[in-house]
Each structure stands twice: as C-alpha cells, then as structure tokens.
C-alpha cells in the first residue's frame, strides 16, 4: 500500500528529511519524515499510516480496501457481511469508522423485507 521511501537533502532544510507516501482513498499523502519517523516507517508502514490516521492496522487497511466507503453491519442469508453502502464514498477515517458496520442498510433495518 505504501511505496518506498524518497530522501530530500537540501541546504534549507536541517537534517535528513524522508519523504514517504502512503496510501488514502481519493488518492495517497507525502508525508515529510524525521530520519528516526522514516526508521519506524520502514519496520511496518501500514502500521505507521495506521497510526497517522488514528486507526489500528486492520482498520486502515480496510479503510483502503473500500475507499472509505461505509458498509452495512447486517449479514446476508449466507451470513456473509452485507456490501450495501450506508454513506458517500472516500469519507475520512474518522466518519468512515463512525459509520463502518457500525449502521444498517434499509433492508436490515426492518424498513424492507429482503436481504
Ligand atoms: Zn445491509
């Protein structure tokens, strides 16, 4: 989800300055990273996005995977996790985890009698 780190060493900047992009629905974010940030960016950087975005890991990722999309908490017959969406696409971490399985479509909300 994340590409390889790129370093900046320029006379106006002091020290090291890492520049890593990580991934976001919509589209990725540079971030511009101490060398001991880049060192815990390197050992795990869905983690270090994770926690950029106030996320744990699995979250994040699920976050990606669905493009900040906000999914049903019901289940289908097959008592899989139902795929309707339950708001606007590429909402931000925050909303997104707000609203992710977290509220019902109308069928499973008892308002329509199919799923
Ligand atoms: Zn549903």
Request: glycine share 8%; charged share 30%.
């Amino acid at each position: 989800m994340t590409a390889p780190l790129d370093t900046i060493n320029s006379p106006c900047l002091r020290g090291e300055v890492f520049i890593a992009s990580i991934a976001a629905p919509g589209g990725g974010r540079d971030l511009y990273l101490s060398p001991d940030e880049a060192a815990r960016f390197d050992a795990d950087p869905d983690l270090f996005a994770a926690k950029y975005f106030e996320l744990a890991k699995a979250e994040y990722r699920e976050w990606i995977e669905t493009d900040g999309t906000p999914f049903c908490g019901g289940e289908t017959r097959l008592r899989r996790p139902c795929r309707a969406r339950v708001g606007r696409p590429q909402q931000n971490p925050c909303d997104w985890k707000r609203l992710h399985r977290a509220c019902l479509c109308r069928a499973h909300d008892g308002r329509a009698s199919y799923v």
